[in-house]
């Protein structure tokens, strides 16, 4: 792993790095001074800024020997640099255009796609930097975010999504970012060099102090040099609600505290038929099919909820009764002994005829299902009720996009992919496009590419609604106040970034 910083100044984030190297260096014994000199690289076009650099660093890591080697003292914007990074980490010079030296003036232009109308000088410090990104390296910059707006700011915005991954955006437009006056409109960017997600994360905050990672909302990326979806994105934690405030319900499958006993295979033609559902576990979702592997659930109560009396059904009680001393010696038996024969859940007969969208707890699927009203589900599945089975698929079709994944992801703090948990408590977090108002041509395509299992078709057509329902919806009041304890530009990176800053030299 190797590190930039283009224009490091006196050191502050320089030295904020070396920190967190000579902490690893601890940690995993490899030495300070070695990897300083192989991985990290700094630039700045002030001798007297990079003089005191040096100085800074010599003090406070005396074993690094002579750390200019690794700094040079150049335009960044005009060195020719022959070696590309892992990551690119800075805040860089913010050179109104008319302050721009006028004999650089042409060369800039010249070297310089994004140099577009009266571009500042830190956008042509984003087109280098991100040129120097190895393919999936990361480049985190803090900067004016008047680019992601303006006129000036268009061909950068185009290059960054047409070829690159915007992965978070955090706005910190009125935020004291910094101690001095610098800057009015900060942004924190993170940006990779690959093109393999759809959905980006996005927060807003006025107060530094309180950045936090709890409001991120996801968004889908832009595909050209029109951000404004971006930057009306406080609406969609207005206009898109939960789930259940859409009239929907989530519940959990049913426990019994014996399943061996209340559910099984051979049970059929033990107990009495109309006592059976067939229910379905995780273990029936497996792939992208939902095969009941024919298991069933002894249903001990009534259609009021009650339990049955044992002596209207001769086979169950025989049954039940040779499981006796195991289900009375339930914790809710034994407060209950007359219940000794009661599952822990109450079972529901309408449930089991309800149509519903299945979610295993803990599952890899990248199908989700709808049940059209089979199934009885047990206590390792979610799942949701209400609505049409089409306004279901809709629904559950949304929940398999990035869009939401990456929402489950960071409700559930797990950033770096792989798949979260569908829990209640997370699903009653999730903000999605209201499923009764879905345009009904882009809810008929959805729909095609929920039952082709088309996860490509399900991405793009979720951003199309989303996007659209945000554009029905422009102005709406800002909702996404972020907060966080302790500002840390390199924290903030470690957290949206799948290579924290501390393992870079032992992750290679
Ligand atoms: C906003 S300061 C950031 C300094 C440092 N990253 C920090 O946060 O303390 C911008 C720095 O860019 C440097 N700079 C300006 N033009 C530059 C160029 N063409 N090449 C390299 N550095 C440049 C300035 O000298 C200044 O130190």
């Known amino acids: 792993m ?3 910083e283009p224009s490091c100044g006196k050191g502050e984030f320089l030295m904020a790095i070396i920190h967190r190297l000579k902490e690893s260096a601890l940690r995993y014994s490899f030495d300070l001074n070695d990897v300083y000199h192989n991985h990290v690289y700094a630039s700045d076009i002030d001798g007297e800024k990079v003089a005191c650099c040096i100085k800074r660093i010599k003090a406070e890591f005396p074993e690094i020997i002579s750390p200019e080697l690794s700094i040079s003292t150049e335009d960044f914007l005009l060195a020719n640099h022959d070696r590309q990074v892992d990551i690119v980490i800075g805040n860089p010079p913010y050179i109104r ?16 796609a994004t140099f577009y109308y009266r571009a500042d000088m830190y956008v042509l410090f984003f087109e280098q930097s991100l040129r120097l990104l ?20 268009r061909k950068l915005r185009e290059l960054v999504a047409r070829c690159y991954n915007l992965r978070t ?3 910190m437009e009125g935020a004291d970012a910094f101690d001095e006056e610098v800057l009015a409109y900060p942004a924190i960017t993170l940006i990779e060099n690959n093109k393999d997600r759809k959905v980006m994360k996005y927060a807003e905050t006025l107060d530094i102090e309180a950045l936090g990672t709890d409001s991120f909302i996801s968004l889908p990326i832009p595909e050209s040099d029109e951000w404004n979806n971006v930057f009306n994105a406080e609406t969609y934690n207005t206009i898109f609600s939960t789930i259940e405030a859409q009239g929907y319900r989530i519940g959990i499958g049913v426990a019994t505290g014996a399943d061996s006993i209340f559910i099984s295979k051979d049970i059929k033609g033990n107990v009495e038929d109309e006592l059976l559902v ?12 939902l095969e009941w592997k024919g298991r069933y659930l002894l249903n001990p109560y009534d259609k009021n909820g009650n339990l049955i009396d044992l002596n209207d059904f001769p086979k169950a009680q025989r049954y039940l009764e040779t499981h006796k001393e195991r289900l ?7 407060r209950n002994p007359a219940a000794w024969y009661g599952t822990i859940d109450k079972i529901s007969p309408i449930l089991q005829s309800q149509p519903k969208i299945l979610l295993p707890d803990i599952s890899g699927n990248d199908y989700i299902f709808v049940d059209k009203g089979e199934y009885y589900p047990q206590h390792n599945i979610y799942y949701i009720t209400g609505g049409r089975e089409k306004d279901l698929e809709l629904l559950a079709a949304i929940l398999m996009s990035d869009y939401v994944r990456t929402q489950l992801n960071n409700v559930t703090n797990k950033m770096n992919g792989g798949y979260a948990r569908w829990q209640s408590q997370h699903l009653r977090k999730l903000r999605i496009p209201t499923i009764a108002n879905i345009n009904s041509t882009l809810a008929d395509t959805l729909l ?4 082709t ?3 490509e078709g399900i991405n793009r057509y979720t951003n199309e609604i989303v996007r659209y329902e945000s554009y029905k919806t422009p102005d709406k009041k800002k909702n996404a106040q972020v907060k966080y304890t302790q500002f840390n530009f390199l924290d903030l990176f470690d957290q949206y970034s799948d290579n924290p800053i501390i393992e870079m030299t032992t992750r290679k």
């Open 169 to 171: 955006i955090i706005n």
């Open 134 to 153: 190895k393919h999936d390296g990361k480049h985190c910059f803090i900067c004016a975010n008047r680019w992601m707006k303006n006129r000036y700011g």
């Open 2 to 4: 190797s590190i930039m």
């Open 97 to 112: 255009y008319e302050q721009i030296p006028k004999d650089k003036l042409d060369i800039y232009k010249r070297r310089y």
């Open 328 to 334: 009375a010696s339930r914790h809710k038996a034994s």
């Open 278 to 289: 067939p229910s379905i576990n995780a273990r029936d979702l497996k792939g992208s099919r």
């Open 448 to 451: 095609e590419c929920y039952h």
């Open 453 to 455: 299992k088309n996860l």
